[in-house]
């Protein structure tokens, strides 16, 4: 059964939203995670730096495949534990027909830390 569609917000609203762009530089295994998952640290650029996160994207990616990887994120919610990990950022994806996370990229390489528009 598909997500609710969401109400409408203004275009004001969504740039309060802060997508940027990042280059996976490390990658964790996260065993102490309820579901299976990695902590990625993903580099945003010289005004973000290094940001930590935890991912269930065990799924479809194996740990070292992600090095290198460019992935978007929101970067201006506040740290949230997870676990043992504060988790920095938000890894955006997409559910696969089994509802597991396909993660939002770019096809062509960018500068890290580009914001989305």
């Given amino acids: ?3 609710a569609i969401a109400p409408t917000i203004t275009f004001d609203d969504f740039l309060k939203v802060d997508i940027r762009v990042g280059t996976i530089v490390d990658a964790e295994d996260f065993p102490e995670a309820r579901k299976p998952a990695y902590v990625l640290h993903i580099d945003f650029g010289p005004e973000l730096g290094i940001k930590k996160t935890s991912a269930q994207v065990t799924a479809h990616y194996e740990r070292d495949g992600l090095i ?3 992935v978007a994120a929101v970067v201006n919610f506040p740290p949230r534990q997870i676990g043992p990990h504060m988790s920095e ?3 955006l994806g997409f559910p696969d ?3 597991e996370v396909v993660m939002l990229g770019v096809d062509h390489p ?4 580009g914001r989305m528009y």
């Fill in 1 to 3: 059964m598909p997500d």
């Fill in 89 to 91: 950022v938000l890894t």
């Fill in 110 to 113: 960018v500068p890290n830390g």
């Fill in 97 to 99: 027909g089994g509802g």
């Fill in 68 to 70: 290198g990887r460019q």
